[in-house]
């Protein structure tokens, strides 16, 4: 933890009071004693709805003001703002990640996403937003508070209101909350919260409201890892599905059937301890898919309701492609930046069924270091400062020898007699791909150019072309992956 004591506190309390007053110009007072700004109501929805995940301390300082409705005055204060970022957070010994996991696991229950207030007919506007973003401001401070007290790391969360707002509207819409998780590390991008959420809205609005865990791009997974996530599921009670919206929006259908014929084959072959059966581990057509959503949906009160699907998920989990391969049309746009879709739809997916897209958003969740993030496609690659931490992790996690048949590169790592280990380290990786591609800096002497290597090796990760993929919980990852790394 760095500190920083400011003693010109003078100046830095003009410099806060000119920051507010920008963003209090042409601000009017309401009735009610709230403020509505000229300023924002002049802004288009887009701008208003940009997400944010990270802010600089003075920018949070601010917004968290803000939403509290603090004014400032200046006075000669020592203002302190305490910085919390990790220092080498890659650099994570198996002792200090188990030590991690464990405050991970008696901790998990608070990571919960922020509740509307209760409102109806006699609410003003006004009122509302008022409520609201007090909820929102004590939300963020409970979440502030569990990584001070217990030294943990969150994801750079959503911490926009605005589009937290548009997952209440979908949510209370809807009579399905799908929520699409990236089959590779499907608990990373699940919040466990937003169905106990659901749960609670369904109770008070006296509703009867589903959740729904899509697992997408099952196609990464084979059959046994299919398997032992759909033994987890159903251990935990958890309603789940398996798709691939890249197959599905190839309209392979021979390739979809081919993958659930292996199944079938296996599944005859070894009995499974569990009830785990067929049905549970097939891979859905697009069809299959909106007939579960039928199956799962409550019933409608007359024939003439439609059925409302919310669909929710991180950005680049393929909730876009989700909904092409659903349409059979590219009606929505998808692409590789997070936070495409700024807003929330409605898209007729058939005479009974309609679709709600909630924007891709980022719930808060835990993770061990700020590589993993960037190796889950949570921060972004080409903004990334430091790449030797994604690279050492991805390093670890891919065997040497696949990385090497992959890529046809020879990697030199350090003797063991020096020390080494077999694994490749970030340097040792990103020099010899630099190296086999040309990517020479020079302006360094003729040194490879182990940034832009670790730019190539990060997105052919994100994208699936180097895999890994994560167990459930308690299963060994070695062992786990073994089928990927097996040569023939």
Request: charged residues 30%; glycine residues 6%.
């Amino acid at each position: 933890m760095v500190q920083k004591t400011f003693h010109h506190a003078n100046g830095l309390g003009h410099a806060i009071i000119n920051a507010r007053n920008k963003t209090r110009r042409g601000q009017r007072a309401l009735p009610d004693g709230t403020t509505d700004s000229s300023r924002e109501e002049r802004q288009p929805g887009w701008v208003r709805l940009q997400s944010v995940t990270q802010e600089r301390d003075l920018d949070e300082f601010l917004n968290t003001a803000e939403l509290a409705g603090t004014d400032f005055t200046a006075t000669k204060l020592n203002i302190k703002i305490l910085h919390q970022d990790q220092t080498n957070p890659f650099l994570l010994t198996d002792e200090q990640q188990q030590e991690v996991n464990e405050r991970q696991r008696s901790n998990r229950r608070r990571l919960t996403v922020p509740r509307r207030p209760y409102w109806d007919s006699s609410t003003t506007p006004g009122e509302l937003d008022k409520a609201e973003r007090m909820a929102f401001l004590e939300w963020r401070r409970g979440l502030a508070e569990l990584e001070e007290q217990h030294d943990l790391l969150l994801t750079p969360f959503e911490r926009n209101i605005e589009v937290w707002r548009q997952l209440w509207r979908v949510v209370e819409r809807s009579s399905v909350v799908v929520q699409i998780c990236d089959a590779r590390e499907p608990l990373f991008y699940r919040s466990q919260d937003l169905a106990v959420y659901i749960r609670e809205l369904a109770f008070n609005e006296k509703k009867d409201k589903r959740n729904l865990l899509l697992i997408n791009k099952a196609d990464m997974l084979s059959v046994r890892q299919r398997r032992l996530w759909a033994r987890y599921f159903k251990r935990e009670q958890i309603k789940f599905a398996f798709f691939s919206a890249v197959m599905a929006s190839l309209e392979d259908s021979l390739a979809v059937m081919r993958l659930n014929d292996e199944i079938n084959e296996e599944l005859q072959k070894e009995q499974d301890e569990d009830d785990v059966t067929a049905d549970d581990i097939n891979v859905l057509s697009v069809d299959q898919l909106e007939d579960l959503f039928l199956k799962t949906a409550p019933p409608p009160e007359s024939e003439t309701d439609k059925i409302y699907i919310g669909l929710v998920g991180y950005p680049n989990v393929g909730k876009s492609s989700t909904i092409n391969a659903l349409l059979g049309a590219k009606k929505v746009s998808v692409s590789a930046t997070p936070g495409k879709t700024k807003h929330f739809q409605t898209i007729h997916l058939s005479e009974r069924v309609v679709l709600c897209d909630c924007p891709g958003l980022v719930f808060p969740n835990f993770a061990s270091t700020k590589a993993e993030l960037v190796c889950n496609g949570v921060l972004p690659i080409d903004q990334m400062r430091e790449y030797t931490g994604p690279a050492g992790l991805v390093a670890k996690r891919i065997p040497k020898a696949h990385l090497e048949q992959i890529y046809g590169i020879k990697i030199q790592t350090r003797p063991e007699i020096d020390g080494g280990t077999g694994i490749p380290n970030a340097d040792e990786l990103l020099g010899a791909y630099a190296i086999a591609r040309g990517f020479i800096r020079s302006s360094k002497g003729g040194r490879p150019d182990e940034s832009k290597a670790a730019r190539v090796i990060l997105k052919d990760y994100v994208k699936g072309k180097l895999l890994y993929c994560t167990p459930p919980p308690g299963l060994d990852p070695v062992e786990y992956n073994k089928e990927t790394y097996a040569t023939n």
